[in-house]
């Protein structure tokens, strides 16, 4: 079947006061799809969004919405449904009368709203408090309830914008499973603005990642994190280890890297060619590091360390091991016997050559 695309950014881009701050922006979303905007601040994520709301024009480009040119359409002819960080409730109405208000501008009979609202106050998981005010809520209610008072017109795209940046670290959480369970129940094409890595990879079917109004990729969560098309975006989407050196051995499709401390790495198939004697940045992510009191056969990378520093962080421990000349980020689970071990304490570090990732120097 034929993919649907419900909305398409061409070539978009927008100044401010010569300020390039979204720059050459395509994008084709389907429907149904959930999409991220991920990247640090300022990366024009807010402006695009807000773009494809209508709040802004672009200065060059093209933006389709279910394959209708909208540039320069207001955003009260877009359908669209919209919510803000902050909650941005009207405190003098009741949680059924702000959820009601979109409904009322479209004339919708009394009894239709009321079903309407009540529908959506079900939906997330807030069936009681229709009576009650902005204020006799608590923030992950509030923003709760914008999201109904968003879905309540049944619009044909949703538009988040750092939706759960308010909330403290649990409910942030618990919202952004209620975000994935009401976008997989109601299936609304999506776009979710947010600078939080791991939001992005549990929502998304694809993300884009931002850097200073450019598209650095656009790929899947898997994608993003397994097949990076920058140094930006895979430092950004999580902690890593990098090293600097230089190929010294190639072998069909394994590379081996001698770095600048002189560890060797052997490394498995890359996305990327490579010749000997090239410079390379080399990148091996905490949590693919093994930690073992004793050589551990198995590894075709390993180096003996030291331990420097052990922080317990709860559900795993970060540590920092002096090995080869560098100092490797490790993260280990607390069933592991490495997480129990005391700074100064000698352990070997381990990984696998899959688990290696190398980028050439030159394109930093
Ligand atoms: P954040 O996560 O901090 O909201 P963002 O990625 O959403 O960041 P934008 O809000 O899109 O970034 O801003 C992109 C750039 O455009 C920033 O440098 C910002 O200062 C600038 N900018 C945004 N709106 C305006 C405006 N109305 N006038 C001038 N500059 C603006």
């Given at each position: 079947m034929a993919k649907v695309i419900d909305v398409e950014l061409r070539g978009i881009m927008k100044t401010f006061q010569n300020n390039v701050v979204v720059q050459d922006f395509n994008l084709q979303v389907e429907q149904g799809e959930f999409i991220s905007f991920l990247?640090?601040?300022?990366?024009g994520k807010t402006t695009t969004l807000n773009m494809i709301a209508g709040f802004l024009d672009p200065d060059g480009g093209d933006l389709l919405i279910k394959g209708q040119r909208m540039n320069g359409v207001p955003p009260y002819k877009r359908e669209l449904g919209m919510v803000f960080q902050t909650y941005s409730l009207f405190p003098h109405m009741t949680v059924a009368e702000n959820i009601a208000y979109g409904l009322k501008l479209r004339k919708v009979s009394k009894t239709e709203m009321q079903e309407r609202v009540k529908r959506v106050l079900d939906l997330v998981k807030l069936p009681n408090v229709a009576d009650r005010y902005p204020k006799q809520l608590s923030g992950g209610q509030r923003q709760r309830i914008a999201i109904a008072r968003a879905l309540v017109i049944e619009p044909s795209l949703l538009l988040l914008d750092e939706p759960l940046s308010n909330l403290d670290a649990k409910l942030r959480e618990e919202l952004r499973d209620e975000l994935k369970r009401l976008h997989q129940e109601i299936g609304v094409t999506t776009i979710f603005v947010t600078h939080d890595q791991e939001e992005a990879l549990s929502l998304s079917d694809r993300i884009v990642v931002l850097n200073h109004g450019f598209v650095e990729q656009i790929g899947t969560p898997l994608e993003i994190y397994?097949?990076?098309?920058s140094e930006f975006v895979h430092t950004f989407i999580g902690k890593t280890n990098r090293m600097e050196g230089e190929i010294v051995g190639l072998e069909g499709d394994r590379l081996t890297i001698r770095t600048t401390e002189g560890m060797i790495i052997h490394a498995g198939k890359q996305q990327r060619p490579f010749a000997l004697g090239q410079k390379a940045i080399v990148f091996v992510r905490p949590e693919k590091i093994v930690l073992t009191d004793i050589a551990a056969g198995d590894y075709i990378n390993q180096v003996e360390g030291r331990l420097q520093l052990a922080s317990f962080l709860g559900s795993y421990t970060e540590c920092e091991v002096r090995a080869g000349g560098h100092t490797l980020a490790v993260k280990v689970q607390m069933s592991d016997k490495a997480a129990q071990r005391e700074p100064g304490a000698s352990l070997f570090c381990s990984w696998n050559a899959e688990d290696v990732l190398v980028m050439p120097a030159e394109r930093g």
């Open positions: 990247g640090p601040s300022g990366c397994n097949q990076p098309a």
